[in-house]
């Protein structure tokens, strides 16, 4: 540890003596100096900030999502009008979302695209960690926002199901109160008609109890239909949503583990290159020798031949 020490003051003291010698005055070798202090901010790049900006949208829906789950899975709490308000704005925000993924997917095959030269061969093979990079960075944003949808299939069932529910005790309670207030009206005419006039009346208002409860559970059940068919329509469309994520999420695998082959395969190139430039050195060196020696024994031989002459 004795034979390591601290060199920035030397470095510091280096750059001074070259910025004064370039003729800097002291506004700029003070901010040359300040520079080692408080270093700038980095510059984001294009993509970078439409990925920051994806993630901060992704992160607001969840935090809608949460906001307002009990008031879209409570029946008691809000209406329909109301949960299919809030239905439609998560809906639109999933695919603002997968927009804004699809237009950062597009520039990735844009920059992999120009980046290859001819007949397909990479032009510049620095920019390919870069495109790897970048490519992680899309699967990444389509894995959360795909988490986010798959709560929102979740609530939007626990919702179906609770009208479901809902539905199916009140059809049975309005045929009970249809049969209460049917027997307290035969109850009612029997204390004052005669019996043959209380059989057909009482034939007649059965008539119509039973009409009545048809046409109320036509009705309702007409309403509970057009609720499912809304509801499955809905499901659907997330439905193709999920299967969309999930096929742009397999895509990216695809092409992230394709990156990584031809990063394992350029690895091998180098050092198989490393390998032939070692060779080439010791070929030259061997080379060398062979020349040195040559020369030698050729001027030897001219001596020689000069001295015996």
Excluded at 61 to 86: A, G, P, V, W
Excluded at 103 to 109: A, D, Q, T, V
Excluded at 192 to 205: A, F, I, W
Excluded at 238 to 257: D, G, K, R
């Amino acid at each position: 540890m004795s034979r390591f020490r601290d060199r920035t003051e030397d470095f510091k003291d280096s750059v001074r003596h070259t910025a004064i010698s370039l003729g800097y005055n002291e506004s700029k070798l003070a901010a040359i100096m300040a520079s080692f202090i408080i270093h700038k901010p980095r510059q984001l790049t294009p993509f970078t900030k439409a990925a920051l900006k994806t993630l901060e949208s992704i992160g607001a829906l969840e935090q809608f999502m949460l906001k307002h789950q009990k008031d879209y899975i409570d029946l008691h709490r809000t209406t329909e009008q109301e949960r299919d308000s809030i239905e439609h704005e998560v809906i639109a925000f999933i695919k603002a979302c997968k927009d804004r993924i699809d237009i950062l997917k597009n520039s990735i095959n844009d920059e992999e695209a120009s980046s290859k030269g001819w007949l397909g061969i990479k032009a510049d093979t620095s920019n390919a960690d870069t495109i790897a990079h970048k490519h992680g960075v899309v699967l990444i944003l389509s894995e959360r926002l795909h988490s986010v949808t798959t709560k929102f299939d979740q609530m939007r069932a626990i919702r179906f199901q609770d009208a479901v529910n809902k539905a199916i005790p009140r059809r049975k309670f309005n045929r009970l109160v249809n049969s209460n207030s049917a027997n307290a009206t035969r109850t009612i005419n029997s204390d004052y008609k005669e019996p043959e006039e209380l059989q057909t009346e009482s034939l007649r208002v059965q008539q119509q109890l039973l009409d009545d409860e048809t046409r109320a559970l036509q009705v309702e059940l007409t309403s509970l239909l057009d609720t499912v068919q809304e509801t499955e329509t809905k499901m659907v469309e997330m439905s193709a949503l999920n299967h969309l994520m999930s096929t742009h999420v397999l895509q990216q695998a695809q092409q992230i583990e394709f990156l990584y082959e031809q990063a394992i395969e350029a690895t091998k190139n180098v050092e198989l290159g490393n390998k032939e430039l070692s060779q080439a050195i010791q070929r030259n060196s061997s080379s060398r020798t062979f020349l040195l020696l040559f020369l030698f024994v050729l001027t030897f031989s001219i001596l020689f031949l000069d001295w015996y002459n």
